[in-house]
């Protein structure tokens, strides 16, 4: 039901209130406090000079009203309280004057000035505090819309028709946990009695919210186990076999494993929907290409996606060096192409005669038309909107689809955004790997960073220098790149070749710099940002990361996989002179997974997940990081039911279907 129809909200109010997300009356009994204050009274005798009280007395006094230019006007007045008579100021609150009468019963908020014994107050609301303290919720209120008037448009509302208000956990739930029901958890959690009470509310509140989200991933999971669109087909373990044995080296057990886990998802015929998540480094690509090649021998076509061109680039000329005795037919999509090859490019999808395709988002352009594809990879977690994987559709059949990203997702995470994917990990790193040396450095030490750089060099390992990250104007980044070639060249120009990679480069320069660092004739590579995640480069030994601060752990990690990929010792160095705690964790830990843990505690998803995605999980009153118990229970309880046919209530379900839709 519209918000509008609770009593009290005129136009006004009913403007500022969509304008902070309210519409509805669940979004407005929904928009919960985003603090609590919470009053004890304080003793003024024990209380310091200048410390923030709360007291609670009797009006003894008439209030003096004074009046001062600007209009500005204070109220001064004497109050009895338990811990003997204070003085009373309060600045711009001249209409309290008439409700201010002697005997009145008030609570004072403010600061105690002990010498004069006067409070000055910042808020004083009427009534007395109990025994006990009392706790206020705080809202995100917008200008014009005060905390007091959303408070009290919420407890209108919650004294409306129950109808009016959604639950979404069956009774059977409901039952066994003893949840409250919802308006009495919804008036708690807006007017808290007590901490206890409050948490007891809180609990039920998430969990129906979880439940809700956790319904909807098992809901679409299971429809889409149902719709048994996918192509089976059959796929001798032994060629692929035969073939992984022909690889430069032997794969790693996660890499076996995870190798069968897609294959046997090939052969079915429900669509493959899966997450291939590892560490970087962990090797990921090859399995993506044995995929594509089980792929291809039960007569399909593939298509693998890179987040850069640069990278596409590379995985194409390694998909084609790993199938270079084969005849397999492997093209290279990508937007920088002429217009001729493009349309070469999309005849052979057409036809047929393109069995492997390698690009970039140019692959899933809507003139991008395929024969028969069988096969969809996307590297560095590309997840496709629902209207890009229509595109992807061929004949009314659904290729089956493969992520793989190399950020490990907390599981919580895991749970959530990924909770309609099955995932295989690979944990395993390839044997005779050497964690990266990681050290933090400040911008003082930067001759150490220096000397740490020649002694790389010297041994003609390379190097990646990532360049502060400044978002002020447009060029700035390379700006930032040049100035740090010029101190580069100024350090090391003399004998070692020194280049550049930005943003704002051409491609088609970007890889020939790009391919001059893989054959080793530039020393040092600088570059901007994270353009060049999934590079692979085995003689760089060592990655200098300037402004570290302001790269998320996660980020970090990911660039430090940059080195580390053969069997030389790497160093990581990270300069920055403010944040060191934070990233001292890099010192010390290697693990991805525990690195995104950390991440997350400290920045919470955004460095995950683009801002898109980080929206989507936006929950209003669950905090995946604290409450993950409920989550998985949930999970569960969730997903029973929505197997339960004997479901007693089918409206409740529907209802929980349509949510779907809302969100
Ligand atoms: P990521 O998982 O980060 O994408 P890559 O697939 O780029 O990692 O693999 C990193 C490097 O490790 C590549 O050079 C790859 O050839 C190599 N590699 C992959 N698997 C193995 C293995 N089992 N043994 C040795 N080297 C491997
Ligand atoms: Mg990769």
Excluded: W
Excluded at 69 to 84: D, E
């Amino acid at each position: 039901m519209e918000v509008s129809s609770v009593k009290g909200i005129g136009p006004k109010s009913l403007s500022l209130l969509n304008k902070i997300g309210i519409y509805t009356i669940d979004d407005l009994v929904t928009h919960y406090p985003f603090r609590y204050d919470v009053l004890v009274r304080s003793n003024l005798k024990e209380s310091l000079h200048d410390e923030k009280v709360i007291i609670d007395g009797k009006v003894e006094s008439v209030p003096i009203l004074l009046r001062f230019k600007a209009g500005l006007n204070k109220l001064n007045f004497r109050l009895v309280t338990a811990s003997g008579v204070v003085g009373v100021s309060i600045f711009n609150r001249a209409f309290l004057k008439p409700n201010l009468e002697i005997g009145a019963n008030v609570i004072v908020i403010g600061k105690f000035d002990k010498a004069k014994n006067v409070i000055t107050a910042s808020d004083i609301k009427f009534g007395l505090l109990g025994k006990e303290e009392k706790i206020e919720a705080v809202y995100h209120c917008t200008n014009g819309l005060t905390n007091k008037q959303l408070s009290t448009y919420i407890n209108t509302a919650l004294l409306m028709n129950s109808k009016d208000i959604t639950d979404y956990i069956p009774e059977k739930y409901a039952n066994k946990y003893k949840f409250l029901n919802k308006k009495t958890a919804l008036n708690i959690v807006h007017n808290p009695p007590s901490k206890e009470k409050l948490r007891e509310a809180k609990v039920r509140l998430k969990y129906e919210e979880l439940f809700a989200f956790m319904f909807k991933i098992n809901y679409l999971k299971e429809q889409h186990r149902l719709e048994k669109k996918g192509i089976s087909r059959d796929i001798s373990i032994d060629d692929i076999n035969q073939f992984i044995n022909k690889l430069p080296f032997e794969l790693t057990n996660d890499q076996r494993n995870a190798t069968m886990e897609i294959v046997s998802d090939l052969c079915k015929n429900i669509r493959m929907n899966r997450l291939l998540q590892g560490d970087v480094g962990s090797g990921k690509t090859v399995v993506a290409f044995i995929s594509m090649y089980a792929n291809y021998l039960s007569g399909y076509q593939s298509a693998l996606m890179a987040p850069t061109e640069i990278l596409a680039i590379q995985h194409y000329n390694n998909l084609k060096e790993l199938l270079k005795n084969t005849n397999i037919n492997i093209e290279l999509l990508t937007g920088s192409l002429n217009k001729k090859d493009r349309s070469l490019i999309i005849e052979g999808l057409k036809d047929g005669s393109i069995d492997m395709v390698v690009g970039t988002h140019a692959l899933i352009q809507n003139d991008v038309l395929y024969k028969s594809l069988g096969l969809v990879i996307t590297d560095e977690q590309h997840r496709f909107g629902v209207n890009q994987r229509a595109n992807l559709q061929n004949k009314g059949v659904m290729p089956d689809v493969l992520y793989m990203s190399a950020t490990p997702i907390p599981r919580t995470y895991a749970l959530t955004i990924y909770g309609d994917m099955d995932v295989s990990t690979i944990k395993e790193l390839p044997k005779g790997r050497k964690t990266v040396q990681t050290l933090v450095k400040s911008e003082r030490e930067i001759k150490d960073v220096l000397e740490l750089m020649y002694e790389e060099l010297r041994n003609h390992h390379q190097i990646y220098v990532i360049a502060p990250l400044i978002e002020e104007s447009e060029n700035s980044d390379l700006t930032t790149v040049i100035e740090l070639k010029d101190k580069m060249n100024l350090a090391f120009g003399s004998k070692f070749k020194i280049d550049i990679v930005h943003g704002k480069m051409a491609s088609g320069a970007k890889d020939l710099i790009m391919s001059e660092f893989k054959n080793g004739k530039v020393d040092i590579l600088i570059s901007t940002t994270v353009i060049e995640v999934g590079v692979d480069v085995k003689n760089a030994s060592m990655i200098v990361i300037f402004d570290a601060n302001r790269f998320g752990l996660s980020t970090l990690h990911q660039l430090r996989g940059r080195v580390g990929r053969g069997d030389i010792s790497s160093k990581c160095l990270l300069i920055s002179d403010v944040d060191a705690k934070r990233l001292k964790i890099m010192e010390t830990t290697h693990d991805g997974f525990e690195i995104s843990e950390e991440d997350f505690k400290l920045r919470g998803h955004g460095d995950l997940f683009g801002t898109k995605q980080s929206g989507d999980m936006m929950f209003k009153i669950a905090d995946v990081r604290s409450d993950y118990k409920i989550l998985v229970q949930a999970r569960d309880d969730s997903n029973e039911y929505l197997l339960d046919t004997s479901c007693d209530s089918e409206k409740l379900k529907q209802s929980l279907i349509e949510s779907i839709n809302h969100s």
